[in-house]
C-alpha cells in the first residue's frame, strides 16, 4: 500500500492541472475560438473544416472527461466505502 501513496498523490496533483485545462477549453469554446475558426477558414473559403474546427470535437472531448470523471467518482466512492466483517 505505501508504493500507491505517491501514484495517489500524483493524481491529485495530474487532475488538479486536468481540471485547469479543461476549464480554460470551456471558457475558450464560449469566447474566442469562434472568432478563429473565422479568421482561419476565411483565409480560405474553400478549405475543408477540420474537425478540430468544429464543436462538437470540443463538447465531446469535455462530455467524455465528464463521463471519466464520474466513472472515478464511483470507483473512489466504492473503495472508500466501508467493508463489512462478517
Given at each position: 500500500?505505501?508504493?500507491?501513496n505517491?501514484r495517489?498523490v500524483?493524481?491529485?496533483?495530474?487532475?488538479?492541472?486536468?481540471?485547469d485545462?479543461a476549464?480554460?477549453l470551456?471558457r475558450?469554446?464560449?469566447?474566442?475560438?469562434?472568432g478563429?475558426?473565422d479568421?482561419?477558414?476565411?483565409?480560405?473559403?474553400?478549405?475543408?473544416?477540420p474537425?478540430?474546427a468544429g464543436?462538437?470535437?470540443i463538447w465531446?472531448a469535455l462530455?467524455?472527461?465528464?463521463e471519466?470523471l464520474?466513472?472515478l467518482?464511483?470507483?473512489?466512492?466504492t473503495d472508500l466505502?466501508?467493508?463489512?466483517?462478517?
Amino acid at each position: 500500500m505505501s508504493a500507491d501513496n505517491p501514484r495517489l498523490v500524483e493524481t491529485t496533483a495530474w487532475h488538479s492541472d486536468a481540471a485547469d485545462r479543461a476549464q480554460r477549453l470551456q471558457r475558450y469554446s464560449e469566447g474566442r475560438w469562434l472568432g478563429d475558426v473565422d479568421a482561419v477558414l476565411g483565409l480560405d473559403p474553400h478549405a475543408v473544416r477540420p474537425p478540430v474546427a468544429g464543436q462538437d470535437s470540443i463538447w465531446e472531448a469535455l462530455a467524455e472527461r465528464d463521463e471519466q470523471l464520474r466513472r472515478l467518482l464511483v470507483a473512489i466512492a466504492t473503495d472508500l466505502a466501508p467493508v463489512s466483517h462478517p
